[in-house]
């Protein structure tokens, strides 16, 4: 049985920092590129970040680039999202996906993720 659990969200001031982190088991860990995607209220949810199954390619929306960065450890199973200089719009529950890393052009869209975690929520006070 294939488990995402997420962990270190919670609420900070803006221009504070977090760092969540996503464990994964029952799944060959190397074998799926990950991802971060966030859901905000009334929003659809919204790709944040990618990273290839090698962990040597990296892509991020927008609106994040240089505030936020990806990362795994293959051997411990696990892929963190550091976030810098938080706005009051990071509001979001954030997720973390697994996706086959075969699937290189459509790593936005969230059908092509085969495991989901539960969320964590992420608030930002202005």
């Known amino acids: 049985q294939v488990q995402l659990v997420e962990s270190g969200g919670g609420l900070v001031q803006a221009g504070g920092s977090l760092g969540l982190s996503c464990a994964g088991s029952g799944l060959t860990f190397s074998n799926y590129a990950m991802a971060w995607f966030r859901q905000a209220p009334g929003k659809e949810r919204e790709f944040v970040a990618t990273?290839?199954?090698?962990?040597?390619?990296?892509i991020y929306v927008d609106s994040v680039k240089g505030r936020f960065t990806i990362s795994r450890d293959n051997a411990k199973n696990t892929v963190n999202l550091q976030m810098n200089n938080l706005k009051p719009e990071d509001t979001a529950v954030y997720y973390c996906a697994a996706r086959p890393r075969w699937i290189v052009v459509r790593y936005g869209t969230p059908s092509e993720y085969s495991y989901w975690g539960q969320g964590t929520q992420v608030t930002v006070s202005s």
């Open positions: 990273i290839m199954g090698s962990g040597g390619s990296t």
